[in-house]
């Protein structure tokens, strides 16, 4: 792989150091620049992994993933939050399919993984303050569907309404984090099957 880390950096460099204050357009360059550092990092990890013969077990996600099974909840914890749906680059997505795949095989370890006719998945997204926006984030701006799309065929049939229910709950915290719980729909009082 081509890609210059060193490059990226400079330029996330040049654009601190160019007003001794802060400046906000700079500071929204720099911004880009680690989106795009974040990405070409993923894709220097995936390629040494890939093609370095590095075992399944000791590669970056499984150590940012973990999965617990309790027979009739999944539930999956990935060290990091849900990234929004603007920083979602080829290579964070395959980075996300990846850890949360690894926290599966860790739960499918455990036990058999319930198959669930009707499923009701919790994601709680757990973000520090300011890594987004220093007051607020959206729920629904995130990249619910890199959750989603993996987990059907494997606990339930299709993300359709005849086979799954979601709901998303964020919060701040200290770290960064994101929740996975998978369980039979209407195990929970907050829903009726009707």
Not at 6 to 34: G, H, V, W
Not at 38 to 43: F, G, V
Not at 68 to 91: Q, R, W, Y
Not at 115 to 138: C, H, P
Request: glycine share 6%.
């Amino acid at each position: 792989m081509n890609i210059d880390l060193k490059k990226t950096l400079k330029a996330i460099d040049q654009c601190l150091l160019k007003s001794p204050a802060p400046d906000l357009a700079e500071l929204k360059r720099a911004y880009r620049y680690t989106i795009r550092l974040q990405s070409q990092l993923l894709a220097v990890v995936y390629d040494i992994e890939m093609f370095g013969g590095i075992p399944s077990g000791r590669r970056f996600a499984w150590e940012r993933s973990a999965g617990k099974n309790s027979g009739d909840t999944v539930t999956l914890t990935i060290a990091e939050p849900l990234p929004s749906m603007k920083k979602l680059t080829e290579a964070v997505e395959e980075h996300w399919k990846a850890m949360v795949h690894a926290a599966i095989a860790q739960a499918a370890q455990q036990s058999p993984l319930p198959y669930f006719q009707k499923a009701f998945v919790e994601i709680e997204i757990t973000t520090t303050r300011g890594s987004d926006n220093t007051r607020l984030w959206d729920t629904s701006n995130r990249a619910i569907n890199v959750i989603i799309n993996n987990l059907k065929g494997i606990f339930f049939e299709d993300d359709n309404i005849e086979h799954m229910a979601f709901s998303v709950v964020g919060r701040w915290g200290a770290r960064g984090s994101t929740i996975i719980r998978i369980s039979k729909f209407g195990a929970s009082d907050q829903f009726r099957d009707g």
